[in-house]
T-cell receptor
Framework: EAGVTQFPSHSVIEKGQTVTLRCDPI?????LYWYRRVMGKEIKFLLH????????ESGMPNNRFLAERTGGTYSTLKVQPAELEDSGVYFC????????????????FGEGSRLTVL | DAKTTQPTSMDCAEGRAANLPCNHS???????VYWYRQIHSQGPQYIIH???NNETNEMASLIITEDRKSSTLILPHATLRDTAVYYC?????????????FGKGTSLLVTP
């Protein structure tokens, strides 16, 4: 079974440009999360989808960040326009809905998308 | 969510048990203790979780004190590949708002 996949693995852009990160969760996982780690800081929660609905977007830093999950499958995170402080690693995670068989509440993380803004 | 306190760093010799402590004195009755780790620049990886009973799986054991105010993650036979940052996270077991607070974690170095 494929894990959480993220694309691109690394993106280098200039300040003011736009970048779109993509996350494909594990098949059948209704919960999808975005986290990020900026240089030297802790891993921080950004938002949580349940299927195509935003359950919690309290961690989104500002309106330059837009997350979508059309159809409840893959998700995209767009940063427009990118700023220097957006540099970091963006992690996506997915999990099974509670109540389904063998669900530990575990989040499965992807390898992350490294964003460098110059 | 309850706040957790972990040592900044620890060392362990390869083949020995690694015991990683975590304090969560403000934990409430419906909060679980979760452990994740991040190996170098990979994505975080789930290790184990528990409510009040001790738990064991193929990766580790989790010992939770009777008052639930602290816990210890045990890697029984640490290997070099266990070098990572280990995060103790206290969280309600729920579908709503599963925003894990990773904190700073404990950087574990396993030495040959």
């Amino acid at each position: 079974e494929a894990g959480v996949t993220q694309f691109p693995s690394h993106s280098v852009i200039e300040k003011g440009q736009t970048v779109t990160l993509r996350c494909d969760p594990i098949s059948g996982h209704d919960n999808l999360y975005w986290y990020r780690r900026v240089m030297g800081k802790e891993i921080k929660f950004l938002l949580h989808f349940v299927k195509e609905s935003k359950q919690d977007e309290s961690g989104m830093p500002n309106n330059r960040f837009l997350a979508e999950r059309t159809g409840g499958t893959y998700s995209t995170l767009k940063v427009q326009p990118a700023e220097l402080e957006d540099s970091g690693v963006y992690f996506c995670a997915s999990s099974q809905v509670l109540g389904k068989v063998a669900n530990t509440g575990e989040l499965f993380f992807g390898e992350g998308s490294r964003l460098t803004v110059l | 969510d309850a706040k957790t306190t972990q040592p900044t760093s620890m060392d362990c010799a390869e083949g020995r048990a690694a015991n990683l402590p975590c304090n969560h004195s403000t934990i409430s009755g419906n909060e679980y203790v979760y452990w994740y780790r991040q190996i170098h620049s990979q994505g975080p990886q789930y290790i184990i979780h528990g409510l009040k009973n001790n738990e064991t799986n193929e990766m580790a054991s989790l010992i939770i004190t009777e008052d639930r105010k602290s816990s210890t993650l045990i890697l029984p036979h640490a290997t070099l590949r266990d070098t990572a940052v280990y995060y103790c996270i206290v969280r309600v077991y729920s579908n709503s708002g599963y925003a894990l607070n990773f904190g700073k974690g404990t950087s574990l170095l396993v030495t040959p």
